[in-house]
């Protein structure tokens, strides 16, 4: 049976239209209004340390140093649980004062920014700041050496990475804790 040619010109319409709408999303670091069920993050989800001293605690943004990073995980309020122990994973950083870009300001508390920890090349963590070249204070993935710069919404710098980080748009709630504002912005992990 030969498909309607109506219908396969509709969904060649939506598909186009899906994707110009997540490409502005991407560009603009707008964040996306449409949670689904299988989202790894979503509006209030709170953000706790995956390693260190402080190990399952909430981030506080009074906490971080600028220019430092922290790795967290964003757990389900409800349940203190990540909703995707993998897809999950953010790379926070408190960047300088003054540092930030426009592109980063729509995602940001204050100078705090956060980006999926997976990344978009071959999905490796990105969970550090270069110290040396031209990765120094940018997040790197050592897998590849893909560099992405956390001041300019996570645009990718260098190595092999196809597109930058998802944001993870930030707020803080009434004691300083850093929560999700929305969805991640983009795809999170591995993109063609
Ligand atoms: S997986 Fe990150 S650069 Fe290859």
Redesign the pocket.
């Known amino acids: 049976m030969t498909e309607p040619k109506t219908t396969r010109r509709q969904i060649l319409k939506i598909g186009a239209a899906a994707g110009a709408s997540a490409g502005i999303a991407a560009l603009t670091g707008q964040a996306s209004a449409q949670a689904t069920a299988t989202d790894p993050a979503r509006a209030d989800d709170l953000l706790i340390y995956q390693e260190g001293p402080k190990k399952d605690q909430p981030v506080k943004a009074a906490d971080l140093k600028a220019g430092t990073a922290v790795w967290a995980m964003v757990v389900d309020p409800a349940t203190k649980k990540p909703r995707d122990p993998v897809k999950g994973g953010v790379i926070i950083v408190k960047l300088a004062s003054g540092k930030i870009q426009a592109s980063s300001k729509p995602n940001a508390a204050g100078d705090v920014v956060a980006y999926s920890a997976v990344?978009?090349?071959?999905?490796?963590p990105?969970k550090q700041l270069g110290e040396i070249g031209s990765g120094k204070g940018k997040i790197t993935?050592?897998?590849?050496?893909?560099i992405f710069d956390p001041a300019d919404n996570a645009k990718v710098l260098g190595?092999?990475?196809p597109k930058r980080l998802a944001a993870l748009p930030l707020k803080l709630d009434g004691s300083g804790q850093l929560v999700a504002k929305a969805a991640f912005t983009g795809k999170v992990g591995i993109s063609k």
């Open positions: 990344c978009t090349h071959q999905g490796c990105t993935c050592t897998c590849h050496g893909s190595g092999p990475a």
